[in-house]
Protein backbone atom coordinates (compact mmCIF):
# COMPACT_ATOMS: atom_id res chain seq x y z
CA UNK A 1 0.00 0.00 0.00
CA UNK A 2 1.52 3.96 -1.05
CA UNK A 3 1.99 6.16 2.20
CA UNK A 4 1.06 9.54 2.85
CA UNK A 5 4.79 10.39 2.08
CA UNK A 6 4.32 9.00 -1.53
CA UNK A 7 5.73 10.65 -4.05
CA UNK A 8 2.55 10.99 -6.04
CA UNK A 9 1.09 12.73 -3.23
CA UNK A 10 1.87 16.24 -1.78
CA UNK A 11 1.35 18.42 0.79
CA UNK A 12 -1.21 19.98 2.29
CA UNK A 13 -3.01 16.48 2.67
CA UNK A 14 -6.11 14.83 4.50
CA UNK A 15 -6.03 11.94 6.18
CA UNK A 16 -8.65 10.00 8.22
CA UNK A 17 -7.64 7.59 10.92
CA UNK A 18 -9.49 4.32 9.75
CA UNK A 19 -9.63 2.80 13.10
CA UNK A 20 -10.68 6.07 14.50
CA UNK A 21 -13.32 6.64 11.70
CA UNK A 22 -14.50 2.58 12.56
CA UNK A 23 -15.12 3.25 16.48
CA UNK A 24 -16.56 6.30 16.00
CA UNK A 25 -19.09 4.82 13.79
CA UNK A 26 -19.82 1.32 15.67
CA UNK A 27 -19.73 3.87 19.15
CA UNK A 28 -22.84 6.14 18.15
CA UNK A 29 -24.85 2.84 16.17
CA UNK A 30 -24.83 1.54 19.47
CA UNK A 31 -25.96 4.80 21.62
CA UNK A 32 -28.54 4.88 19.26
CA UNK A 33 -30.03 1.40 18.65
CA UNK A 34 -29.80 1.18 22.83
CA UNK A 35 -31.96 4.34 23.20
CA UNK A 36 -34.71 2.64 20.26
CA UNK A 37 -33.93 5.51 17.84
CA UNK A 38 -33.10 5.52 14.45
CA UNK A 39 -29.72 7.66 12.29
CA UNK A 40 -29.94 9.31 9.02
CA UNK A 41 -26.32 10.68 9.28
CA UNK A 42 -26.15 13.96 7.63
CA UNK A 43 -23.28 12.50 4.81
CA UNK A 44 -23.25 16.66 3.85
CA UNK A 45 -20.26 16.28 6.52
CA UNK A 46 -18.05 14.12 4.21
CA UNK A 47 -20.20 13.63 0.95
CA UNK A 48 -17.91 10.34 0.21
CA UNK A 49 -19.56 7.34 -0.76
CA UNK A 50 -16.74 4.73 0.43
CA UNK A 51 -17.43 6.38 4.47
CA UNK A 52 -21.46 6.29 3.91
CA UNK A 53 -21.09 2.67 2.72
CA UNK A 54 -19.42 2.01 6.68
CA UNK A 55 -22.38 3.60 7.99
CA UNK A 56 -24.77 1.98 6.08
CA UNK A 57 -23.19 -1.56 7.14
CA UNK A 58 -23.79 -0.02 10.71
CA UNK A 59 -27.15 0.05 10.80
CA UNK A 60 -28.36 3.86 9.46
CA UNK A 61 -31.31 4.14 8.69
CA UNK A 62 -30.86 6.49 4.98
CA UNK A 63 -28.99 9.37 4.30
CA UNK A 64 -29.40 13.12 5.62
CA UNK A 65 -28.41 15.49 2.92
CA UNK A 66 -29.25 19.58 2.65
CA UNK A 67 -29.42 20.61 -0.57
CA UNK A 68 -31.10 19.20 -3.72
CA UNK A 69 -27.39 18.25 -5.92
CA UNK A 70 -26.22 16.41 -2.05
CA UNK A 71 -29.57 14.35 -2.39
CA UNK A 72 -29.00 13.62 -6.31
CA UNK A 73 -25.34 12.28 -5.19
CA UNK A 74 -26.61 10.78 -2.27
CA UNK A 75 -29.19 8.22 -4.44
CA UNK A 76 -26.37 8.17 -7.47
CA UNK A 77 -23.94 6.18 -5.48
CA UNK A 78 -26.56 3.53 -5.91
CA UNK A 79 -26.35 1.57 -2.54
CA UNK A 80 -29.11 -0.66 -1.75
CA UNK A 81 -31.57 -0.59 1.19
CA UNK A 82 -30.68 2.65 2.99
CA UNK A 83 -28.74 3.65 0.23
CA UNK A 84 -32.05 4.21 -1.62
CA UNK A 85 -33.73 6.52 1.38
CA UNK A 86 -32.88 9.77 2.01
CA UNK A 87 -33.85 12.93 4.46
CA UNK A 88 -33.25 16.49 2.42
CA UNK A 89 -33.65 18.31 5.89
CA UNK A 90 -34.62 21.31 4.11
CA UNK A 91 -37.40 22.86 2.64
CA UNK A 92 -37.48 22.00 -1.06
CA UNK A 93 -39.45 25.26 -3.10
CA UNK A 94 -37.28 24.90 -6.91
CA UNK A 95 -40.25 23.48 -9.03
CA UNK A 96 -37.39 21.86 -11.07
CA UNK A 97 -36.08 19.83 -8.17
CA UNK A 98 -39.66 19.08 -7.21
CA UNK A 99 -39.87 17.28 -10.36
CA UNK A 100 -36.77 15.84 -10.32
CA UNK A 101 -37.79 13.94 -7.08
CA UNK A 102 -41.18 13.32 -8.68
CA UNK A 103 -39.42 10.90 -10.80
CA UNK A 104 -36.64 9.63 -9.15
CA UNK A 105 -39.56 8.54 -6.50
CA UNK A 106 -41.27 7.32 -9.64
CA UNK A 107 -38.62 5.35 -11.32
CA UNK A 108 -37.17 3.81 -8.38
CA UNK A 109 -34.34 5.84 -8.12
CA UNK A 110 -35.05 6.16 -4.66
CA UNK A 111 -37.46 3.95 -2.40
CA UNK A 112 -38.32 6.76 -0.14
CA UNK A 113 -37.58 10.91 0.30
CA UNK A 114 -38.34 13.27 3.07
CA UNK A 115 -38.63 16.90 2.89
CA UNK A 116 -39.08 19.94 5.25
CA UNK A 117 -41.93 22.41 4.74
CA UNK A 118 -42.02 25.58 6.95
CA UNK A 119 -44.99 27.95 4.95
CA UNK A 120 -48.18 27.60 3.01
CA UNK A 121 -46.12 28.40 0.14
CA UNK A 122 -43.68 25.83 0.51
CA UNK A 123 -46.50 23.38 1.10
CA UNK A 124 -48.74 24.51 -2.30
CA UNK A 125 -45.44 23.81 -4.38
CA UNK A 126 -44.74 20.26 -3.07
CA UNK A 127 -48.85 20.16 -4.27
CA UNK A 128 -48.02 21.43 -7.28
CA UNK A 129 -45.38 19.46 -8.00
CA UNK A 130 -46.46 16.10 -7.28
CA UNK A 131 -50.31 17.02 -8.69
CA UNK A 132 -51.52 13.83 -10.64
CA UNK A 133 -48.58 11.75 -9.86
CA UNK A 134 -48.79 7.80 -9.46
CA UNK A 135 -49.85 6.47 -5.85
CA UNK A 136 -47.02 4.69 -5.49
CA UNK A 137 -44.34 8.14 -6.03
CA UNK A 138 -47.07 10.18 -3.75
CA UNK A 139 -46.83 7.47 -0.86
CA UNK A 140 -42.76 7.52 -1.01
CA UNK A 141 -42.46 11.64 0.19
CA UNK A 142 -42.75 12.47 3.13
CA UNK A 143 -43.49 15.88 4.74
CA UNK A 144 -42.20 17.19 7.81
CA UNK A 145 -43.20 20.27 9.63
CA UNK A 146 -39.59 22.01 10.19
CA UNK A 147 -40.12 23.77 13.75
CA UNK A 148 -37.52 27.02 14.44
CA UNK A 149 -37.06 29.76 16.91
CA UNK A 150 -37.01 33.26 17.03
CA UNK A 151 -33.78 34.58 15.27
CA UNK A 152 -32.92 30.96 14.05
CA UNK A 153 -32.79 30.08 10.71
CA UNK A 154 -35.44 28.02 8.92
CA UNK A 155 -38.76 26.92 10.57
CA UNK A 156 -42.04 27.41 11.87
CA UNK A 157 -41.50 29.85 14.67
CA UNK A 158 -44.07 28.76 17.11
CA UNK A 159 -45.81 25.45 17.67
CA UNK A 160 -49.13 26.63 17.39
CA UNK A 161 -47.72 27.42 13.93
CA UNK A 162 -46.19 24.39 12.84
CA UNK A 163 -49.88 22.67 14.33
CA UNK A 164 -51.29 25.03 11.81
CA UNK A 165 -49.34 24.27 8.96
CA UNK A 166 -49.39 20.77 9.41
CA UNK A 167 -53.17 20.51 8.74
CA UNK A 168 -52.04 21.71 5.52
CA UNK A 169 -50.12 19.30 4.21
CA UNK A 170 -52.77 16.39 4.00
CA UNK A 171 -55.81 18.95 2.97
CA UNK A 172 -52.87 19.10 0.15
CA UNK A 173 -52.73 15.85 -0.76
CA UNK A 174 -49.42 15.18 0.39
CA UNK A 175 -47.95 12.52 2.88
CA UNK A 176 -48.02 14.12 6.53
CA UNK A 177 -45.03 11.92 8.48
CA UNK A 178 -43.71 14.43 11.47
CA UNK A 179 -42.14 17.42 12.81
CA UNK A 180 -38.38 17.97 12.71
CA UNK A 181 -35.77 20.76 13.42
CA UNK A 182 -32.26 21.46 14.60
CA UNK A 183 -31.41 22.70 18.23
CA UNK A 184 -27.98 23.43 17.13
CA UNK A 185 -29.12 27.27 17.60
CA UNK A 186 -30.71 27.15 21.14
CA UNK A 187 -27.08 27.30 22.77
CA UNK A 188 -23.83 27.52 22.49
CA UNK A 189 -22.10 26.01 25.06
CA UNK A 190 -22.98 22.65 27.40
CA UNK A 191 -23.63 24.60 30.62
CA UNK A 192 -26.50 22.99 32.58
CA UNK A 193 -28.67 26.18 31.82
CA UNK A 194 -27.95 25.86 27.80
CA UNK A 195 -29.03 22.23 28.07
CA UNK A 196 -31.88 23.12 29.87
CA UNK A 197 -32.97 25.40 27.03
CA UNK A 198 -32.16 22.46 24.37
CA UNK A 199 -34.40 20.09 26.02
CA UNK A 200 -37.08 23.03 26.24
CA UNK A 201 -36.60 23.29 22.86
CA UNK A 202 -37.12 19.40 22.34
CA UNK A 203 -40.36 19.54 24.48
CA UNK A 204 -41.85 21.59 22.11
CA UNK A 205 -40.73 19.42 19.07
CA UNK A 206 -42.81 16.57 21.28
CA UNK A 207 -45.71 18.90 21.99
CA UNK A 208 -46.18 19.28 17.83
CA UNK A 209 -45.75 15.89 17.78
CA UNK A 210 -48.52 15.38 19.93
CA UNK A 211 -51.01 17.83 18.33
CA UNK A 212 -50.65 16.67 14.52
CA UNK A 213 -50.77 12.53 15.86
CA UNK A 214 -54.21 12.62 14.50
CA UNK A 215 -53.23 13.74 10.42
CA UNK A 216 -50.18 11.33 10.63
CA UNK A 217 -51.32 7.25 9.41
CA UNK A 218 -48.63 5.53 11.82
CA UNK A 219 -46.34 6.38 14.31
CA UNK A 220 -45.42 10.32 14.28
CA UNK A 221 -41.51 11.08 12.99
CA UNK A 222 -39.57 13.24 15.59
CA UNK A 223 -36.43 14.53 14.26
CA UNK A 224 -33.42 16.38 15.72
CA UNK A 225 -30.18 17.12 14.38
CA UNK A 226 -27.77 15.39 17.83
CA UNK A 227 -24.48 16.01 16.98
CA UNK A 228 -23.80 18.08 19.79
CA UNK A 229 -26.09 17.81 22.03
CA UNK A 230 -27.34 13.85 21.38
CA UNK A 231 -27.76 13.07 25.11
CA UNK A 232 -30.52 15.93 25.65
CA UNK A 233 -32.51 15.11 22.50
CA UNK A 234 -32.06 11.31 22.87
CA UNK A 235 -33.99 11.59 26.23
CA UNK A 236 -35.99 14.24 25.59
CA UNK A 237 -37.42 12.94 22.28
CA UNK A 238 -37.69 9.49 23.45
CA UNK A 239 -40.10 10.34 26.63
CA UNK A 240 -43.50 8.86 25.85
CA UNK A 241 -45.99 11.31 24.08
CA UNK A 242 -49.37 11.56 24.85
CA UNK A 243 -52.22 13.57 23.12
CA UNK A 244 -54.62 16.30 24.45
CA UNK A 245 -57.15 13.07 25.57
CA UNK A 246 -54.23 11.78 27.19
CA UNK A 247 -54.29 8.79 24.96
CA UNK A 248 -50.05 7.60 23.77
CA UNK A 249 -48.68 8.64 20.86
CA UNK A 250 -47.01 5.96 18.68
CA UNK A 251 -43.76 8.38 17.73
CA UNK A 252 -39.83 7.21 15.63
CA UNK A 253 -37.06 9.56 16.97
CA UNK A 254 -34.67 9.67 13.57
CA UNK A 255 -31.67 11.40 14.84
CA UNK A 256 -28.84 13.25 11.92
CA UNK A 257 -25.70 12.99 13.93
CA UNK A 258 -23.01 13.59 10.96
CA UNK A 259 -19.66 14.79 12.54
CA UNK A 260 -19.39 12.44 14.47
CA UNK A 261 -18.06 10.16 11.75
CA UNK A 262 -14.69 11.92 12.39
CA UNK A 263 -15.49 14.03 15.36
CA UNK A 264 -12.58 17.04 16.01
CA UNK A 265 -9.66 18.19 18.07
CA UNK A 266 -12.19 21.40 18.88
CA UNK A 267 -16.05 22.10 18.59
CA UNK A 268 -17.48 18.72 19.34
CA UNK A 269 -14.25 17.59 20.87
CA UNK A 270 -15.50 20.19 23.76
CA UNK A 271 -19.52 19.59 23.41
CA UNK A 272 -18.84 16.06 23.30
CA UNK A 273 -22.45 14.81 24.28
CA UNK A 274 -21.32 10.75 23.72
CA UNK A 275 -19.38 10.67 27.13
CA UNK A 276 -22.24 12.04 28.76
CA UNK A 277 -24.17 8.99 27.40
CA UNK A 278 -21.54 7.12 29.25
CA UNK A 279 -20.20 6.05 26.20
CA UNK A 280 -16.30 5.62 25.36
CA UNK A 281 -15.16 8.71 23.82
CA UNK A 282 -15.03 9.81 20.04
CA UNK A 283 -11.48 9.28 19.10
CA UNK A 284 -10.52 12.47 16.30
CA UNK A 285 -9.73 11.16 13.15
CA UNK A 286 -8.55 13.84 10.83
CA UNK A 287 -5.28 15.03 10.28
CA UNK A 288 -4.42 17.78 7.72
CA UNK A 289 -0.24 17.64 7.01
CA UNK A 290 1.00 20.74 5.90
CA UNK A 291 5.00 21.78 5.65
CA UNK A 292 6.79 24.05 7.29
CA UNK A 293 7.44 26.93 4.27
CA UNK A 294 9.42 29.17 6.53
CA UNK A 295 10.84 30.24 10.02
CA UNK A 296 11.47 33.97 9.22
CA UNK A 297 11.76 35.28 12.46
CA UNK A 298 11.92 34.29 16.23
CA UNK A 299 9.21 32.58 17.14
CA UNK A 300 7.02 32.42 14.11
CA UNK A 301 6.71 29.15 11.69
CA UNK A 302 4.65 29.61 8.45
CA UNK A 303 3.06 26.43 7.05
CA UNK A 304 1.39 25.68 3.87
CA UNK A 305 -1.83 25.44 4.64
CA UNK A 306 -4.82 28.41 4.72
CA UNK A 307 -8.07 28.84 4.01
CA UNK A 308 -8.62 26.84 1.24
CA UNK A 309 -6.94 23.92 3.17
CA UNK A 310 -8.85 24.07 7.08
CA UNK A 311 -12.10 24.94 8.43
CA UNK A 312 -11.55 28.39 10.70
CA UNK A 313 -15.32 28.90 10.77
CA UNK A 314 -15.43 28.04 14.51
CA UNK A 315 -11.41 27.68 15.61
CA UNK A 316 -8.56 27.44 13.62
CA UNK A 317 -6.25 24.24 13.91
CA UNK A 318 -4.89 22.60 16.51
CA UNK A 319 -0.60 21.53 15.57
CA UNK A 320 -0.08 18.30 17.30
CA UNK A 321 2.60 16.71 16.17
CA UNK A 322 6.16 17.78 14.09
CA UNK A 323 8.15 15.40 11.62
CA UNK A 324 11.05 15.51 9.82
CA UNK A 325 11.14 14.46 6.36
CA UNK A 326 14.56 12.86 4.78
CA UNK A 327 16.12 14.33 1.69
CA UNK A 328 13.67 11.73 -0.07
CA UNK A 329 10.87 13.40 1.75
CA UNK A 330 9.89 10.27 3.51
CA UNK A 331 8.89 11.19 7.16
CA UNK A 332 10.26 10.20 10.16
CA UNK A 333 8.31 9.25 13.77
CA UNK A 334 5.79 11.90 15.22
CA UNK A 335 7.10 13.88 17.86
CA UNK A 336 4.09 15.87 19.76
CA UNK A 337 4.51 19.46 19.50
CA UNK A 338 3.75 21.55 22.52
CA UNK A 339 4.26 25.35 23.15
CA UNK A 340 2.64 26.05 19.11
CA UNK A 341 -0.51 27.15 17.82
CA UNK A 342 -2.06 28.66 14.97
CA UNK A 343 -2.78 32.41 15.62
CA UNK A 344 -3.97 33.27 11.87
CA UNK A 345 -4.57 31.92 8.33
CA UNK A 346 -4.41 33.00 4.63
CA UNK A 347 -5.85 31.51 1.85
CA UNK A 348 -2.89 29.04 1.85
CA UNK A 349 -0.52 30.10 4.44
CA UNK A 350 -0.65 29.19 8.46
CA UNK A 351 0.79 31.64 10.97
CA UNK A 352 1.94 28.84 13.69
CA UNK A 353 3.45 31.07 16.80
CA UNK A 354 5.97 29.34 18.86
CA UNK A 355 7.46 28.91 22.21
CA UNK A 356 11.15 27.71 22.00
CA UNK A 357 11.20 27.37 25.44
CA UNK A 358 8.51 24.01 24.99
CA UNK A 359 10.32 22.71 22.41
CA UNK A 360 8.89 24.97 18.89
CA UNK A 361 12.19 26.56 18.12
CA UNK A 362 14.12 23.37 16.67
CA UNK A 363 11.36 23.77 13.64
CA UNK A 364 12.75 24.02 10.68
CA UNK A 365 11.50 24.69 6.52
CA UNK A 366 10.57 21.34 5.15
CA UNK A 367 9.16 19.65 8.43
CA UNK A 368 5.80 18.46 8.34
CA UNK A 369 3.40 19.17 10.82
CA UNK A 370 0.02 17.42 11.55
CA UNK A 371 -2.80 19.72 12.39
CA UNK A 372 -5.97 18.34 14.17
CA UNK A 373 -9.06 20.26 12.79
CA UNK A 374 -12.38 22.45 14.33
CA UNK A 375 -15.55 21.18 12.64
CA UNK A 376 -15.02 18.83 10.09
CA UNK A 377 -18.17 19.55 7.54
CA UNK A 378 -15.91 22.82 6.30
CA UNK A 379 -12.87 20.66 6.32
CA UNK A 380 -13.89 17.89 4.15
CA UNK A 381 -15.67 19.98 1.79
CA UNK A 382 -11.97 22.05 0.89
CA UNK A 383 -10.72 18.52 -0.84
CA UNK A 384 -11.86 15.95 -3.53
CA UNK A 385 -9.85 12.78 -1.99
CA UNK A 386 -9.30 11.78 1.47
CA UNK A 387 -7.30 9.41 2.31
CA UNK A 388 -8.13 6.77 5.37
CA UNK A 389 -4.90 5.63 6.66
CA UNK A 390 -3.59 2.62 8.93
CA UNK A 391 -0.76 4.24 10.48
CA UNK A 392 1.46 5.78 7.39
CA UNK A 393 -0.05 3.57 5.09
CA UNK A 394 -3.09 4.53 2.74
CA UNK A 395 -5.88 1.95 3.17
CA UNK A 396 -8.05 3.54 0.43
CA UNK A 397 -8.85 6.52 -1.46
CA UNK A 398 -12.29 8.11 -0.59
CA UNK A 399 -13.67 10.65 -3.39
CA UNK A 400 -15.01 13.44 -1.89
CA UNK A 401 -18.43 14.60 -4.18
CA UNK A 402 -18.48 18.18 -3.10
Known sequence: MPRIDDPTLSWPLLTIDEAALDHNIATVAGIFAAAGVEHAPHVKTHMSRAIWERQVAAGAWGATVATPAQLRTALGWGLPGAGRRAFLANELVDPREIAWLRTALADGTADEVWVYVDSVRGVDLLADGFAGAAPEAAARLGVLVELGLPGGRTGVRTVPDAVALAGRVPDAGLRLIGVAGY?????????????????????????????????????????????????????????????????????????????????????????????????????????????????????????????????????????????????AGRLGAARELTGARVTALNDQHAYLSLDPADGGGWLVPGDVIGFGISHPCTTFDKYRTALLTRGDEVAEQATLSF
Request: aromatic share 4%; proline share 8%.
Open 183 to 327: EGPVAGGTSAEELAAVGQWCDGLRETGAAIAGLVDGPVVLSAGGSAFADVVTEHLSAPVQDAAGSDVPTRVVLRSGAYVTHDHGHYLRADPWTRLGAEPLRPAITVWASVLSTPEPGLAICGMGRRDVSFDIDLPTPLVVRTADA
